[in-house]
């Protein structure tokens, strides 16, 4: 039996979707309105799960209240109204999509957390974007 915990934290951010190597034409064309050149918005949220055994001393497998500060001092306080492509230094030169903030996200977290406890990260951009990424 898998025992799972997930943290679930809010942030907004602006980002603006581009391949600098491409002209307007071909940037508008794969990204659309993403392409605006002032960016746009998104109110998203991060979904952190962790599996382990149950501690027999706690009833837990981690602490959601320090998985919940891991996650807010290592990324929400990075990107929380933010410009993803402007303002947070570990997005710098990466077109922040989605998949991109899923990806970073992981890269931060996995080694912060109890080896091999990391499961799960999901990013939902909207409710009907979400990107996730799975051990």
Known sequence: MKIMLTAKS????AH???NPAW???RNYEVFGSCYNP??????????????GDVDPDTGMI????????????????????KNLNLDVPFLAG?????????????????PL???GRLYEIRVLETENNIVTVRR
Do not use: C, Q
């Open 38 to 51: 002032n960016g746009h918005g998104h109110d998203y949220t991060l979904e952190v799960t962790v599996e």
């Open 62 to 81: 981690l602490n959601v209240k320090d998985l919940k500060k891991l996650v807010e001092e290592r990324v929400i306080a990075f990107v929380d109204h």
């Open 16 to 18: 603006r979707l581009l």
């Open 113 to 115: 957390i109890p080896a």
């Open 23 to 25: 002209d307007d034409a």
């Open 94 to 110: 990466m077109n922040p999509t989605a998949e991109v903030l899923a990806r970073e996200f992981w890269k931060i977290l996995e």
């Open 10 to 13: 809010r942030f907004s951010a």
